[in-house]
């Protein structure tokens, strides 16, 4: 807040950040989410996510158990047929040990990002996301968040939106609390990522 005055009075107005309440869910059961929500509604893939559950029979789903579950009943749950596929990588990258979760959350930033995305159907986005909400790294900065970009087009009262060179710039003060920046600006917007994502 010292060093930013303006996001430091947004910080204000909002009050406490609540990014720790989304950190409980099991990592897994969060991937497994964030490939179900893509490019849907809240209520839909909120309802296609308890289908698959429902299937695997157990949740958090087990990964075995999922990759068990034939492509044509995950369909049949509402994925589509590259959702089901991606599904499946996932899981298979998990029971194989290849994608080893406690790893993940040991890692520096980059290189859990790095092979969070080795999982077909999670790219860079969606691996901060992860990062920032259940993770709870402190300083990512989702270059390619155009909702943020938004937020801070319109709390600094710029003509248009920054660049991801720009806001890079502009948000080395909060370092090295970034993701918490990011939150408020969410916020600000009453735009924060769904807790699926």
Known sequence: MRCDPVLGALVRRIGPCHLARRAERDLFQVLLGTIVSQQLS???SDTIYKRVVALVGGDPPDPAALLAVPVGRLREAGLSGRKAE???DLAARVTSGSLALEHVQDVPDEEAIATLTTVRGIGRWSAEMVLIFRLLR???LPLDDVGLLNAAKKLYRLRTRPTPAKFTRMAEPWRP???VACW??????DNAPAESE
Not at 184 to 189: H, K, N, P, Q, V
């Open 86 to 88: 991606y599904v499946h």
């Open 138 to 140: 402190p300083d990512v």
């Open 42 to 44: 809240a209520k839909a």
């Open 184 to 189: 408020y600006l969410w916020a600000a917007l």
């Open 177 to 179: 609390w970034r993701s």
